[in-house]
């Protein structure tokens, strides 16, 4: 069964740092583009980052650049998310994302449309 597991939220300062982990159950996870997406109450799903299969191309939503950084380790089959400088507004659940189709020579942001996987979510809270 393929399961993608995030873990790391958690109740934060503003200005504090969380890294947030995505580990995958299958030992193809290195074939799949993974996207990290946050959804707050009362707003609709958006795109936060996305990395290559290698780890070696990365995008990120613009208002986020330079205060997220996202990774990954294909031997632990993990990605990870790195928050900076956390402001309340990025107050929201963070899912993870695996897609087997995504090329980032698209051009194109990753979007739900190509996700084959879903993480079940982990909550981060930014008190002001």
């Known amino acids: 069964q393929v399961q993608l597991a995030e873990s790391g939220g958690g109740l934060v300062q503003a200005g504090d740092s969380l890294r947030l982990s995505c580990a995958a159950s299958?030992?193809?996870?290195?074939?799949?583009?993974v996207g990290w997406f946050r959804q707050a109450p009362g707003k609709e799903r958006e795109f936060v980052a996305a990395i290559s299969r290698s780890g070696g191309s990365s995008d990120y939503a613009d208002s986020l650049k330079g205060r997220f950084t996202v990774s990954r380790d294909n031997v632990k089959n993990t990605v990870y998310l790195q928050l900076n400088s956390l402001k309340p507004e990025d107050t929201a659940i963070y899912y993870c994302?695996?897609?087997?189709?995504?090329?980032?020579?698209?051009?194109?942001?990753?979007?739900?449309?190509?996700?084959?996987?879903w993480g079940q979510g982990t909550q981060v809270t930014v008190s002001s």
């Open positions: 299958f030992r193809t996870f290195s074939r799949y583009a």
């Open positions: 994302a695996a897609s087997s189709g995504y090329r980032f020579t698209t051009g194109q942001r990753m979007g739900a449309r190509e996700i084959d996987y």
